[in-house]
């Protein structure tokens, strides 16, 4: 162990200021660097996706995928009409990807980053509801159009309102009352409920509005426990038991990524699928992986009508031949989703630029062209009607999981479509208002 | 020397200077990077007392991260604004819970003093997660802050608590040293060599060390809060969580403890490592780092700051 | 009267699962003074490398119940040529610093093979599932536990009654004891005290990667994986005493049971309790229970 020498011979000022130098040269060089890289006929997307860790395997790289596709397709001009016009206001894409992992205060750091020193045009990114709400406000600070495809969180749009920000899909509250409706329907006499949820806002939320909707719709019903393991934690022995002990008649969860599957494992393992009726509101992401290993029977969704719940339209027909000719695997929801996104991009671009007559639209022009934007895309309509027209408004879909073991895929029964009229909150209104309030004005088909 | 300023205080003094007038010529991005590098070079200079005592904290994010949700929950629940208000309300909060803790914990040594500071961290770490008031796993941002009652945001709020950072990191190094070399400052090396030796001079060392466990805390507490205002966004997986403590004893040792300097050194290139490494290896960047702090260990077993120290002695 | 089964079983489960990678740590702790957080990376290359041989394995069409064997033969593939090259390759020379600096370079190691974990085997999460339904279930109830579960409890009972017998009747063991009492005392006796940090960090690691191994079949392995283990994995060490084979044992059970309880009657505390025992016993017997007093120096 070396003895800590006396410092008074140590330093002079001149050294100390060498050191900041070294700092100081840093960061101007490179500070510098990347604003000469930037030509005039390309669009920088900074993209933020799970890219590492529990979440990356089956969120993240299917959403990757998405977004890879749909800027090979645009850089070609090779989406069928009207989306066949080459790049987004005629500039090429060229994309950063960036892990979406390590945390909310990190992925702050990090959005400032890509902005201030990648020089970013414009943001596509966050999967996770803690990174999206903490992400938003830096994006309005720094005015950087930034285009959500996959966090549900409803606080989001709820609690603020935003200027740059948008958000392609419905939040979790349509997740959560269409899930309350499915059973309704399909299981008239479920009475106790359970939730194991991620314990962080995304789960805290769709189990919240789940349990309140479902009580409203079913007044006798009863919560028999609410467990809220640690996100990523892997293992779920102890919570299956205190599953298996109350016996309820239906376990609701918004578990995803690896979590989704190891407790899919576990709890199929010891049977809890045959005692109660499982729903997996965002099981569709994890079920081409899981294959037969997810037990028929439990019920999915794929946060709306997405992957194999999305209509057969020419646009979703052209999207599944595409992605699968360069990924093989067929599109999950977060592949739709951030393909979705981009379209909505585009067309927002490419209506802007129209709109000054040609040429690389400002960000404030690309911002208005985006809010209430109506655009058709892959099997289904997005209205960005919500959140003064930063937010879609979407319906949703539930089925319930086969595998067909003389094809060896994945597939539903039992589908049931929602409007969006039926689970979502009439515009203006607080979900969890909404729901608490009765779900008024709901119009279900 | 007394009344007379040293030269390590003529040194820092300067480096101040170069601080304030570099935030003319930095990118923004650096301007937010050398905050939340300073601040949690702040951190780092409070293990540097503890170390020279022979002591490190593998729970020091506690004191981060009471820092960061003091500013985080009296903007929220409490409605205070200002940053200094807040910022000082943090050191004094860290150092309470310090002052609290270290009754307890200034009694062990070694790896158990190390261990029980790991413990207490995860039970913060545990409460947060826990708790859906407190933001749980998600956090909550902390936005909408104020100077003097005026509100500011964006390019202001950086700039202002950069400089607020650049002046605390100056003041607190020149208390810190003025502090190691006093009466009490001496006696570190001394109780890390023997402690009972130093009983037998009449000091309680117990006392001794919870002191400095005091200072290290709200040094942290401080660090946090800077970073929390920077950030804009607290939550316990960037503030509290064990991995967090373990950056901590990582620039402490990477930088080394040769001087007050030493730990804003070290943390701003541990800062700059890391962003690059980031954005250059992203599937990489933990390789990157973990293959420096061997190579630090190895071949600069004094830290960085033994680089600079060679420096001088040759002219 | 079911509660209490359960928060039983549930907890012995996973004192089982915890004490596999606790009492590797505290071995190599208790030997050579060396906290390894890179024990946490061997616990997760034990499992990738046992999704990945299993998957490998049942492909091959071979009799599914060789895949515990398959498991078992991971976690030695990967412990005792990972345990070799880190103790000879690298800590060997590192011997004689702070214990503290010996953390750090287990912490630099923790970091390399976080990533070169993403490099071998890619982001993707990989699972081999099927061991874990193998063995059928028992239900006592309403419960239902996987048996695979259950023989997690046996298989931690071997691994103690092994490492028990190791060091007590054999000779490394009985040397590896007089190192653990007094290093130099050992050397003064002529004990090779270089062989026996070798064996001991090779023993530990196997430990390790035989705890990821058989937790492998029960979740989708990931990177960072090992993260969260390797803390739990501390403060069972710390609560038993750091270095005491016995105080693994209690360690474990007692955070298993505790947090088990935690699940079932008090979600909220799960997290929390864990550290809150730790920090109690550490305030009583800071030794941990089990630990050995140290005489302060003069």
Same mark, same amino acid.
């Given at each position: 162990?070396?003895?800590?020498?006396?410092?008074?011979?140590?330093?002079?000022?001149?050294?100390?200021?060498?050191?900041?130098?070294?700092?100081?040269?840093?960061?101007?060089?490179?500070?510098?660097?990347?604003?000469?890289a930037?030509?005039?006929?390309?669009?920088?997307?900074?993209?933020?996706?799970?890219?590492?860790?529990?979440?990356?395997?089956?969120?993240?790289?299917?959403?990757?995928?998405?977004?890879? +596709?749909?800027?090979?397709?645009?850089?070609?001009?090779?989406?069928?009409?009207?989306?066949?016009?080459?790049?987004?206001?005629?500039?090429?894409?060229?994309?950063?990807?960036?892990?979406?992992?390590?945390?909310?205060?990190?992925?702050?750091?990090?959005?400032?980053?890509?902005?201030?020193?990648?020089?970013?045009?414009?943001?596509?990114?966050?999967?996770?509801?803690?990174?999206?709400?903490?992400?938003?406000?830096?994006?309005?600070?720094?005015?950087?159009?930034?285009?959500?495809?996959?966090?549900? +969180?409803?606080?989001?749009?709820?609690?603020?309102?935003?200027?740059?920000?948008?958000?392609?899909?419905?939040?979790?509250?349509?997740?959560?009352?269409?899930?309350?409706?499915?059973?309704?329907?399909?299981?008239?006499?479920?009475?106790?409920?359970?939730?194991?949820?991620?314990?962080?806002?995304?789960?805290?939320?769709?189990?919240?509005?789940?349990?309140?909707?479902?009580k409203?719709?079913?007044?006798?019903?009863?919560?028999?426990?609410?467990?809220?393991?640690?996100?990523?934690?892997?293992?779920?022995?102890?919570?299956?038991?205190?599953?298996?002990?109350?016996?309820?008649?239906?376990?609701?969860?918004?578990?995803?990524?690896?979590?989704?599957?190891?407790?899919?494992?576990?709890?199929?393992?010891?049977?809890?699928?045959?005692?109660?009726?499982?729903?997996?509101?965002?099981g569709?992401?994890?079920?081409?992986?899981?294959?037969?290993?997810m037990?028929?029977?439990?019920?999915i969704s794929?946060?709306?009508?997405?992957?194999?719940?999305?209509?057969?339209?020419?646009?979703?027909?052209?999207?599944?031949?595409?992605?699968?000719?360069?990924?093989?695997?067929?599109?999950v929801?977060?592949?739709?989703?951030?393909?979705?996104?981009?379209?909505?991009?585009?067309?927002?671009?490419?209506?802007?630029?129209?709109?000054?007559?040609?040429?690389?639209?400002?960000?404030?022009?690309?911002?208005?062209?985006?809010?209430?934007?109506?655009?058709?895309?892959?099997?289904?309509?997005?209205?960005?009607?919500?959140?003064?027209?930063?937010?879609?408004?979407?319906? +949703?879909?539930?089925?319930?999981?086969k595998?067909?073991?003389s094809?060896?895929?994945?597939?539903?029964?039992?589908?049931m479509?929602?409007?969006?009229?039926?689970?979502?909150?009439?515009?203006?209104?607080?979900?969890?208002?909404?729901?608490?309030?009765?779900?008024?004005?709901?119009?279900?088909? | 020397?007394?009344?007379?300023?040293s030269?390590?205080?003529?040194?820092?003094?300067?480096?101040?200077?170069?601080?304030?007038?570099?935030?003319?010529?930095?990118?923004?991005?650096?301007?937010?990077?050398?905050t939340?590098?300073?601040?949690?070079?702040?951190?780092?200079?409070?293990?540097?007392?503890?170390?020279?005592?022979?002591?490190?904290?593998?729970?020091?994010?506690?004191?981060?991260?009471?820092?960061?949700?003091?500013?985080?929950?009296?903007r929220?629940?409490?409605?205070?604004?200002?940053?200094?208000?807040?910022?000082?309300?943090?050191f004094?909060?860290?150092?309470?819970?310090?002052?609290?803790?270290?009754?307890?914990?200034?009694?062990?040594?070694?790896?158990?003093?190390a261990?029980?500071?790991?413990?207490?961290?995860?039970?913060?770490?545990?409460?947060?997660?826990?708790?859906?008031?407190?933001?749980?796993?998600?956090?909550?941002?902390?936005?909408?802050?104020?100077?003097?009652?005026?509100?500011?945001?964006?390019?202001?709020?950086?700039?202002?608590?950069?400089?607020?950072?650049?002046?605390?990191?100056?003041?607190?190094?020149?208390?810190?040293?003025?502090?190691?070399?006093?009466?009490?400052?001496?006696?570190?090396p001394?109780?890390?060599?023997?402690?009972?030796?130093?009983?037998?001079?009449?000091?309680?060392?117990?006392?001794?060390?919870?002191?400095?466990?005091?200072?290290?805390?709200?040094?942290?507490?401080?660090?946090?809060?800077?970073?929390?205002?920077?950030?804009?966004?607290?939550?316990?997986?960037?503030?509290?969580?064990?991995?967090?403590s373990?950056?901590?004893?990582?620039?402490?040792?990477?930088?080394?403890?040769?001087?007050?300097?030493?730990?804003?050194?070290?943390?701003?290139?541990?800062?700059?490592?890391?962003?690059?490494?980031?954005?250059?290896?992203?599937?990489?960047?933990?390789?990157?780092?973990?293959?420096?702090?061997?190579?630090v260990?190895?071949?600069?077993?004094?830290?960085?700051?033994?680089?600079?120290?060679?420096?001088?002695?040759?002219? | 009267?079911?509660?209490?089964?359960?928060?039983?079983?549930?907890?012995?489960?996973?004192?089982?699962?915890?004490?596999?990678?606790?009492?590797?740590?505290?071995?190599?702790?208790?030997?050579?003074?060396?906290?390894?957080i890179?024990?946490?990376?061997?616990?997760?290359?034990?499992?990738?490398?046992?999704?990945?041989?299993?998957?490998?394995?049942?492909?091959?069409?071979?009799?599914?119940?060789?895949?515990?064997?398959?498991?078992?033969?991971?976690?030695?593939?990967?412990?005792?040529?990972?345990?070799?090259?880190?103790?000879?390759?690298?800590?060997?020379?590192?011997?004689?610093?702070?214990?503290?600096?010996?953390?750090?370079?287990?912490?630099?190691?923790?970091?390399?093979?976080?990533?070169?974990?993403?490099?071998?085997?890619?982001?993707?999460?990989?699972?081999?599932?099927?061991?874990?339904?193998?063995?059928?279930?028992?239900?006592?109830?309403?419960?239902?536990?996987?048996?695979?579960?259950?023989?997690?409890?046996?298989?931690?009972?071997?691994?103690?009654?092994?490492?028990?017998?190791g060091?007590?009747?054999?000779?490394?063991?009985?040397?590896?004891q007089?190192?653990?009492?007094?290093?130099?005392?050992?050397?003064a006796?002529?004990?090779?005290?270089?062989?026996?940090?070798?064996?001991?960090?090779?023993?530990?690691?196997?430990?390790?990667?035989?705890?990821?191994?058989?937790?492998?079949?029960?979740?989708?392995?990931?990177?960072?994986?090992?993260?969260?283990?390797?803390?739990?994995?501390?403060?069972?060490?710390?609560?038993?005493?750091?270095?005491?084979?016995?105080?693994?044992?209690?360690?474990?059970?007692?955070?298993?049971?505790?947090?088990?309880?935690?699940?079932?009657?008090?979600?909220?505390?799960?997290?929390?309790?864990?550290?809150?025992?730790?920090?109690?016993v550490?305030?009583?017997?800071?030794?941990?229970?089990?630990?050995?007093?140290?005489?302060?120096?003069?």
């Amino acid at each position: 162990m070396s003895a800590v020498k006396p410092m008074r011979k140590i330093f002079s000022a001149r050294f100390l200021s060498v050191g900041l130098g070294v700092f100081i040269a840093v960061s101007l060089l490179t500070g510098a660097a990347p604003q000469k890289a930037q030509a005039a006929e390309t669009l920088k997307i900074g993209v933020v996706l799970f890219l590492s860790g529990a979440a990356a395997g089956p969120f993240g790289i299917p959403a990757r995928n998405g977004v890879e +596709t749909l800027i090979a397709a645009i850089n070609g001009g090779k989406i069928p009409a009207p989306y066949n016009t080459k790049g987004m206001a005629g500039a090429q894409i060229e994309a950063v990807y960036i892990d979406e992992s390590g945390g909310a205060t990190k992925q702050v750091t990090e959005f400032r980053n890509l902005v201030q020193r990648q020089k970013v045009d414009v943001v596509v990114g966050y999967i996770s509801s803690g990174n999206c709400i903490a992400v938003a406000p830096v994006a309005d600070e720094l005015k950087m159009l930034t285009v959500i495809p996959i966090c549900g +969180t409803p606080r989001l749009f709820e609690d603020a309102s935003y200027k740059y920000v948008f958000r392609t899909i419905s939040d979790s509250i349509t997740d959560s009352v269409g899930a309350a409706h499915y059973i309704k329907e399909k299981f008239p006499n479920a009475r106790t409920i359970a939730g194991i949820n991620p314990n962080y806002a995304w789960g805290q939320d769709s189990w919240r509005d789940f349990h309140l909707a479902f009580k409203l719709m079913n007044p006798d019903s009863e919560i028999v426990t609410e467990q809220f393991p640690k996100l990523f934690a892997g293992t779920f022995t102890s919570e299956i038991s205190v599953l298996l002990r109350k016996k309820p008649d239906v376990i609701h969860s918004s578990l995803w990524g690896a979590d989704l599957e190891s407790f899919v494992n576990q709890a199929a393992a010891r049977g809890l699928n045959k005692r109660s009726k499982i729903i997996l509101t965002i099981g569709e992401a994890n079920m081409f992986r899981l294959g037969a290993k997810m037990p028929d029977g439990i019920i999915i969704s794929a946060r709306g009508p997405y992957g194999v719940l999305a209509r057969q339209t020419p646009l979703n027909d052209w999207f599944r031949a595409a992605y699968q000719d360069l990924f093989t695997a067929p599109p999950v929801y977060p592949s739709y989703m951030t393909a979705q996104a981009m379209l909505g991009l585009k067309i927002a671009y490419d209506k802007a630029s129209q709109a000054r007559g040609g040429g690389m639209p400002s960000t404030e022009e690309v911002v208005k062209a985006f809010e209430y934007l109506k655009y058709e895309a892959f099997g289904i309509t997005i209205d960005m009607a919500y959140g003064n027209g930063h937010q879609a408004f979407t319906g +949703t879909a539930y089925g319930q999981f086969k595998f067909d073991k003389s094809t060896g895929t994945a597939t539903f029964t039992d589908i049931m479509w929602f409007d969006p009229e039926c689970v979502n909150a009439p515009k203006g209104m607080k979900g969890a208002a909404w729901i608490k309030g009765g779900m008024k004005g709901a119009k279900c088909g | 020397m007394r009344g007379m300023l040293s030269k390590t205080e003529i040194g820092l003094f300067v480096a101040l200077a170069v601080l304030l007038l570099a935030k003319l010529i930095l990118p923004e991005w650096a301007v937010t990077l050398g905050t939340v590098a300073l601040a949690r070079g702040l951190v780092v200079l409070g293990l540097l007392i503890l170390w020279r005592t022979g002591l490190i904290s593998f729970g020091q994010a506690l004191f981060f991260g009471t820092g960061g949700y003091t500013v985080g929950l009296l903007r929220v629940y409490g409605g205070l604004t200002d940053i200094f208000v807040l910022t000082l309300l943090a050191f004094l909060f860290a150092g309470l819970l310090a002052y609290l803790l270290g009754l307890l914990i200034s009694r062990y040594r070694e790896i158990f003093f190390a261990m029980l500071c790991l413990a207490f961290s995860m039970m913060l770490y545990g409460v947060l997660v826990k708790t859906e008031v407190l933001g749980s796993t998600d956090g909550f941002n902390v936005v909408g802050l104020t100077l003097f009652g005026f509100p500011i945001e964006g390019n202001t709020l950086q700039t202002v608590n950069y400089f607020w950072m650049c002046l605390l990191a100056c003041a607190m190094s020149i208390l810190v040293h003025r502090y190691l070399s006093s009466t009490m400052g001496h006696l570190s090396p001394a109780i890390r060599d023997n402690e009972i030796r130093v009983e037998y001079l009449g000091v309680s060392v117990q006392r001794t060390i919870n002191v400095k466990f005091v200072i290290a805390g709200a040094l942290a507490g401080g660090g946090g809060a800077i970073t929390a205002i920077a950030v804009g966004h607290v939550d316990p997986d960037a503030m509290v969580y064990w991995l967090i403590s373990g950056e901590f004893v990582f620039v402490t040792i990477f930088a080394g403890t040769g001087s007050v300097a030493a730990p804003f050194l070290g943390s701003v290139i541990f800062e700059l490592l890391r962003t690059y490494a980031f954005e250059y290896m992203p599937l990489l960047w933990q390789l990157t780092m973990g293959t420096v702090l061997l190579i630090v260990i190895v071949f600069l077993p004094n830290g960085l700051w033994s680089l600079v120290q060679r420096g001088p002695r040759k002219g | 009267m079911l509660t209490l089964i359960a928060i039983l079983l549930d907890g012995l489960i996973f004192a089982s699962w915890i004490f596999i990678v606790a009492v590797g740590l505290t071995l190599i702790f208790g030997v050579m003074r060396i906290l390894n957080i890179a024990h946490g990376s061997l616990y997760a290359f034990g499992a990738y490398v046992a999704a990945w041989l299993v998957g490998q394995y049942l492909s091959a069409g071979y009799a599914p119940m060789g895949s515990f064997a398959v498991l078992l033969l991971s976690a030695i593939i990967v412990g005792v040529p990972m345990g070799f090259i880190m103790e000879r390759g690298l800590l060997r020379f590192m011997y004689g610093r702070d214990e503290v600096i010996m953390v750090l370079v287990t912490y630099a190691v923790f970091l390399i093979l976080e990533d070169a974990i993403m490099l071998i085997w890619g982001t993707d999460a990989y699972f081999a599932f099927e061991p874990y339904s193998l063995l059928g279930n028992t239900e006592i109830e309403a419960l239902v536990f996987s048996n695979y579960d259950l023989a997690m409890i046996a298989l931690a009972l071997v691994v103690g009654a092994l490492l028990w017998w190791g060091l007590n009747h054999t000779r490394v063991g009985k040397y590896l004891q007089v190192v653990i009492h007094d290093r130099e005392l050992a050397q003064a006796l002529g004990i090779n005290v270089t062989r026996v940090f070798t064996i001991t960090f090779m023993v530990g690691a196997v430990l390790g990667a035989l705890g990821g191994a058989f937790t492998a079949p029960q979740i989708s392995v990931t990177p960072g994986m090992g993260v969260e283990v390797i803390v739990l994995a501390f403060a069972v060490v710390v609560i038993g005493g750091m270095g005491s084979f016995p105080g693994a044992v209690v360690g474990a059970v007692l955070v298993g049971i505790i947090r088990a309880a935690a699940v079932h009657l008090l979600p909220q505390l799960e997290l929390f309790i864990i550290y809150a025992v730790m920090a109690l016993v550490l305030v009583f017997r800071p030794q941990g229970l089990f630990g050995q007093a140290e005489a302060r120096k003069i």
